[in-house]
């Protein structure tokens, strides 16, 4: 009998260790699926959304903050990418880029396709026109294009 329990015990340590090895090489290639899905042969293509902060303070006040996602984004000197918004919160947000004549409008449940290719490395702020000015009552709407 003691035999027949020792023997369980082994049945489960190798189905664990199965599980775990399983998962690890689940895992492991979840990782370049993510990364060739952004990328089409040379085509760099980056996906942004408008999106919204919004909250009710202790106090009553309502606060909200528009924003680029990802506010951040990183890429590579002398090679076209495509940057594409997607609206989602937000009816419509009027953008520009700063140090460039690069300027359109994200609109609610559109996608708009921002070409672009620097030549020069640095930080570009991506403007939205309606939510970034003084007296607007809105914290500033601004992704930042680092160039590198
Ligand atoms: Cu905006």
């Known amino acids: 009998m003691k035999f027949i329990v020792i023997n369980r015990k082994w049945l489960f340590i190798v189905i664990g260790a199965l599980l775990a090895f399983s998962l690890y090489f689940i895992s492991r290639e979840a990782i370049p699926t993510f990364k060739t899905s952004n990328n089409h042969g040379n085509d760099l293509i980056i996906n942004m959304v408008t999106g919204e902060f919004s909250t009710t303070t202790t106090d009553g006040k309502k606060i909200e903050s528009y924003r680029f996602d990802p506010g951040t984004i990183v890429i590579p000197k002398d090679q ?69």
């Open 80 to 148: 076209d990418v495509t940057l594409s918004i997607f609206g989602v919160n937000g009816a419509e947000h009027p953008f520009f880029i700063e140090g460039t004549d690069i300027k359109g409008t994200v609109k609610k449940g559109e996608e708009t396709i921002v070409p672009l290719h620097f030549k020069e490395e640095g930080t570009y702020r991506l403007i939205c026109d309606t939510h970034t000015h003084d007296g607007h009552g809105s914290i500033s709407m601004i992704a930042y294009i680092i160039v590198d």
